[in-house]
């Protein structure tokens, strides 16, 4: 019976989460229900190939307000949550790949029945592939031609995973059958170079 009133929420609140995001020229990415029957929380999330504001994220949630007010189908001891993804929200949609190109992610990919882990920059991408500019043990990007610069670049060390797919020497760029892919985020970059 949980499951059902959740469910239930989600699917009368999508429409107009869709609408009231598309108004701010963004997506909903999911509407996540939790608590009980009588005092549900609902958190919507939005994003898209801007940053989300706050006043996009209090604009899409008095609209979203309104909707549950005028029909009546939620109890009225409810907590609504608009916000913006945050940083394991994973990557999937053509608009966030194009966000995301230039930016330090994490990719957990299948190959030959194994899942590897690699961090680098998302160069590329196509309905097919995506393609990683890999960071070496050091935590610096594996660009060939930029090796004696980035010894001297302040790089924050990014944690080695036990799967890494790591390189020793310089790798253009590593290519991932978007197929294989299990999980893609972005990662915080305290280098203050975005590409």
């Given at each position: 019976?949980?499951?059902?009133?959740?469910?239930?929420?989600?699917?009368?609140?999508?429409?107009?989460?869709?609408?009231?995001?598309?108004?701010?020229?963004?997506?909903?990415?999911?509407?996540?229900?939790?608590?009980?029957?009588?005092?549900?929380?609902?958190?919507?999330?939005?994003?898209?190939?801007?940053?989300?504001?706050?006043?996009?994220?209090?604009i899409v949630s008095r609209e979203l307000n309104d909707a549950i007010e005028s029909k009546g189908k939620i109890s009225e001891n409810f907590r609504l949550d608009v916000m913006s993804p945050g940083l394991e929200e994973p990557i999937v949609e053509p608009w966030q790949f194009e966000k995301n190109l230039d930016r330090l992610v994490e990719v957990h990919y299948r190959d030959t029945g194994e899942t590897h882990t690699v961090h680098g920059r998302l160069r590329e991408f196509t309905e097919e592939n995506i393609a990683i500019e890999p960071t070496l043990k050091t935590g610096k990007?594996?660009?060939?031609?930029?090796?004696?610069?980035?010894?001297?670049?302040?790089v924050a060390p990014i944690p080695i995973k036990p799967d890494e797919q790591l390189y020793d020497d310089s790798v253009e760029l590593v290519l991932i059958a978007r197929s294989e892919i299990e999980k893609l985020v972005a990662l915080p970059d305290f280098s203050g170079n975005p590409s």
């Amino acid at each position: 019976m949980e499951k059902d009133f959740r469910h239930e929420i989600s699917s009368h609140l999508e429409p107009f989460a869709v609408e009231a995001s598309r108004k701010r020229g963004l997506h909903m990415l999911r509407i996540s229900v939790r608590g009980t029957q009588h005092n549900p929380v609902i958190e919507v999330i939005i994003d898209g190939a801007r940053l989300v504001s706050i006043e996009d994220c209090e604009i899409v949630s008095r609209e979203l307000n309104d909707a549950i007010e005028s029909k009546g189908k939620i109890s009225e001891n409810f907590r609504l949550d608009v916000m913006s993804p945050g940083l394991e929200e994973p990557i999937v949609e053509p608009w966030q790949f194009e966000k995301n190109l230039d930016r330090l992610v994490e990719v957990h990919y299948r190959d030959t029945g194994e899942t590897h882990t690699v961090h680098g920059r998302l160069r590329e991408f196509t309905e097919e592939n995506i393609a990683i500019e890999p960071t070496l043990k050091t935590g610096k990007v594996a660009r060939k031609g930029l090796m004696k610069a980035l010894e001297t670049e302040l790089v924050a060390p990014i944690p080695i995973k036990p799967d890494e797919q790591l390189y020793d020497d310089s790798v253009e760029l590593v290519l991932i059958a978007r197929s294989e892919i299990e999980k893609l985020v972005a990662l915080p970059d305290f280098s203050g170079n975005p590409s």
